[in-house]
């Protein structure tokens, strides 16, 4: 009768695989945090945008994206694949000049192309083990494919879903990370607006009383915000907050 029965479920697993009983793999993969604070200096090529000629090796500093996961299992867990879903992609920063003729591209893990409409999906394979009771930090960095003279910073809004081997997944909260670059040009050029009005600039009062509020907004829309944007979005406000009375 037993042995009728266990070829009877057999029979009914084979043909509804979805009923059968999974089995425990051994890993307990927990998210334990999400880490914006840190910076990691990277490999990025400076070259010109007309010239195929020699481009130019530099270091570039580029904010991490850092995951914490703990394994609380017996056995390994295999990270496989690194999920980014982009539900935001915003220019923050009034024009400052034309654009030249140079450009850089860092060596980021996840490049953004520079015409990138969100909702935006980019994937990154991984083959990264978590030891059994250890807990471990996954790191990406993430910009642009191309920064170029006369660019805008990027803010970017995402999720970070992990996907093990096992079929899990993990999914971070929602974080908000800006690319710094062409920042310093946008304040310098702010900073002469407060200083001299808005003669012979690229840049206006309104537009940049617009980038405050934008900034300062997106700086506290996500649990999590990089301290560049914070950074950025307290110097924009400090910009704003210098201007004349009536401007």
């Excluded at 915003?90 to 003729?101: F, H, L």
């Excluded at 900073?191 to 808005?198: A, L, N, S």
């Excluded at 914070?230 to 910009?239: I, V």
């Amino acid at each position: 009768m037993i042995a009728a029965l266990g070829g009877l479920l057999g029979l009914v697993f084979l043909l509804f695989p979805n009923l059968q009983p999974q089995v425990a793999s051994g890993a307990e993969v927990k998210l334990v945090d999400v880490d914006l604070a840190k910076e990691q200096e990277i490999r990025a090529d400076w070259s010109s945008l007309v010239d195929d000629g020699t481009a130019e090796t530099m270091q570039w500093k580029a904010s991490l994206v850092t995951v914490i996961l703990r394994n609380s299992g017996e056995n390994p867990a295999l990270v496989s694949q690194a999920e980014f879903d982009f539900s935001s992609i915003t220019r923050v920063g009034c024009p400052y000049g034309g654009g030249g003729q140079e450009g850089i591209r860092a060596r980021y893990d996840i490049k953004v192309p520079n015409d990138a409409k969100a909702p935006f999906h980019q994937i990154r394979k991984l083959k990264y083990s978590l030891s059994p009771h250890e807990q471990e930090r996954i790191a990406f960095t993430v910009g642009p494919e191309m920064a170029s003279v006369g660019v805008m910073p990027s803010v970017y809004t995402f999720t970070i879903t992990l996907r093990l081997d096992d079929g899990s997944s993990l999914t971070t909260p929602k974080m908000t990370y800006m690319d710094p670059s062409g920042s310093e040009a946008v304040l310098t050029a702010g900073e002469q607006v407060v200083r001299y009005g808005e003669k012979n600039s690229f840049t206006t009062v309104a537009c940049l009383k617009e980038q405050e509020r934008l900034a300062r907004e997106l700086s506290t829309e996500s649990p999590y915000v990089s301290a560049e944007l914070k950074r950025y979005s307290s110097q924009l406000t400090g910009l704003v907050g210098r201007l004349p009375q009536g401007a």
